[in-house]
């Protein structure tokens, strides 16, 4: 049999390895025999973590739907879009565009189908029932970015190998291999920072595997952040310790006083940290040549999300560090980033042009909070629903409650490889080839990443089912009411078009006032994802073309980051807000939380290095050993309750009740208990064979509905729980 080997990217997570895929055969019968990391990528060297590795495996999962599904039945696409086309049809026509609600996962933003062509979807449906994992993830950062910088994707990203010393908040890099900080082989990035003299930080309740080489950790209260950076620069502003901000930065003045109840005294309590180690702290962070404050999903999906994550950014101007080297940085993307683009122009972002239904819950971005769709849709304001690369039965909040609103719906169409907890109410599942089957350019994480790289990659193997974008290209067409024989090359052809004419309407780009009809032809008649990633590289700051990053199979390093201010600015006022009035506004909502008692048990997440958020479990050699879902418990507070190590106790939230698997560790902080989310496959109908019998339940269960409110953003951290012992099956 003819071997042969291709690289691709990785699109697991956000740190984009290169790969080398080699493939014994070829066409349908073609295997995937050997998977390694691909040591001629300028960016991950060589690097891979066991999820990449296992991307053939992923690939050849006999569980991976090979054909559409009907009410849980095989179907041919003729059928599936007949079916599609009647009952979306059935409750548009009958309820109207706001019935149906649309679910978009996190794969999409890990696809170039989901940037690409699920806005030309979302566009077609016309709903306000758009809902995202950004409201259960990031959306926090987004905030606080358009707000400071003007741009929801502006977001300063630590430059890991320059700086002195990194300060990380509620993230896991080691487990989770970065995030809003696109870096591959996260851990010989950080075993470097400590070999030129860094100093690594980590603020976790848990021993995440980072805080474990860490420097110094600090076991933080859970949910307390926003204090501690509060503290931190109220600390640099009364100390003398702030560095001048510069001419690009206004609202300063301001901050002394909106800052001065969060003295590290007034936060020693509620954090859990001293006010010695925090004034300490605050004295390195000014002291050290260079430092990057950097804050993820522990701070992001918490009570105080948007205020964290200004904090975050505040502190790094105050240390001098806000789009500096070895500080935060600005990347500068080849393709498709907004805050380079000539067509994106300042503007004074809008919140709450609308609300959600039952608790009027503001619009953010045009999405409105993942917490909110349970309850809608049981008010009977949601009717259908359509999920792109979701499984919210797991991720999203109050999960119990939304797994039977999903239960309840006229209709629920998903774009989805598996039948699992979510598409297994689905009336029809849409399936889509495998990540080895299709083309990669990374246009979201190229905009995170902490160095300019581009890379694309051909599909390593022939599709069997049709391309994604073509399916969400169809399924935006049928919604615009084109029917179900409806063409995907209609809409693909309107992306390109729209694309094109912001780029002629601006000043300064590269097609400024061209005539469109010579754009296409010189683009050539290839259809799909290439030929609008041509398009986004021709009108990218480095002027490239497909034909160019293609002649790099293995990647084309575009350079470290280098100070984009204020360039990369879109404020009204063309300056770094550090001081936002939204943001301001939330501050006496902080400062009442000095006056809470800080006792009783909160709960926590974690990942696994080798999970993937609720979808990694159906691989068999990714679950198992220590990826397990246990809830672990600091022996203090498991002796407090007779909690046994291996035994069951019983945890209940404002939300639900779940019987759990204890595992007493003094890894976890007192005061603080874990349990990872996207677990609890064995439900009737789930077609995931090996991750049925890999046990562990949603922790999602005991998530209330609750939001950051600038954000939106659900509260998967810091949730007060009870804990008792429990029988087993009960
Ligand atoms: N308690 C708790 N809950 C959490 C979190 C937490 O830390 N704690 N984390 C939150 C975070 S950060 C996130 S991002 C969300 C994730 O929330 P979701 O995005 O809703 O959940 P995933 O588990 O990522 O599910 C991805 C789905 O996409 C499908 N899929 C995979 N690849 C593709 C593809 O190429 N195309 C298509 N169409 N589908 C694909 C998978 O089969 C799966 O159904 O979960 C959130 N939920
Ligand atoms: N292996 C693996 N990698 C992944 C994923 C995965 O599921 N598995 N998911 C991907 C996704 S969608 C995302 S968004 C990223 C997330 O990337 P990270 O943000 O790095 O995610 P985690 O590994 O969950 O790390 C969060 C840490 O925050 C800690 N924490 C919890 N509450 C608090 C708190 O209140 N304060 C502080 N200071 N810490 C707290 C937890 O103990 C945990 O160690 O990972 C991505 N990469
Ligand atoms: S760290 Fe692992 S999952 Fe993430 S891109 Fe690299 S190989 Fe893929
Ligand atoms: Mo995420």
New binding site residues.
Partial sequence: MPTTTRPATC?LCEATCGLLVTVEGEGPGARVTEVRGDADDPFSRGFACPKGLAIGELHHDPDRLRTPLVDGREATWEQAWQAVHERLGRVLGEHGRDAVGV?L????V??L??SLYVPALAKALGSRHVFS?ST???MPKQVAAVLMFGDPLSVPVPDLDRTDLLLVLGADPLSSNGSLMTAPDMPGRLRALRRRGGRLVVVDPRTSRTARVADQHLTIRPGSDALLLAALAQVLLTGGLAADPGPHVTGLEALPAALAPFTPEAVAGPTGIEAGTIRRLAADLAAAPTAAVYGR?GTT?TRFGTVTSWLVDVVNTLTGNLDSPGGVLFPLAAAGQRNSSPATRARAPRFGRYATGVRGLPEVFGELPSAAMAEEILAGNIRGMVT?????A????DAGRLDRALAGLDVLIS????L?E??RHADVVLP?P??LQRPHLDLTFSQLSVRNVIRWADPVLPAQLPQ?WQTLARLAAILGGAGPDADPAVVDSLVLRTLIGQQIAAEGSALAGRDPVEVVAELGGRPGEERLVDLLLRVGPYRLTLDQVRRHPHGLDLGELRPRLPEVLRTPSGRVELAPAPILADLPRLRAVLDEPWDGLLLV?R?HLRS????GHNVASLVGGSNRCTLQVHPQDAQARGLVDGGTAAISSAAGRLVVEVEVTDRIRPGAVSL???WGHDLDGVGLQVARKAGGVN??VL?PPEVDPLSGT?V??GIPVTVAPADPDR
């Fill in positions: 699109p679910y996962g996190n794969p999409n890990h696809t189908a989901g994992a259960s993830d990031q999903v999906t792109v690369a979701g499984n919210p797991l991720s999203a909040p774009v989805d490889p598996y699992n979510t598409t889509v495998t990540p994604e997440g990942r993937n958020n609720s979808w990872p989310h996207g922790t999602n998530t659900a998967f951290n």
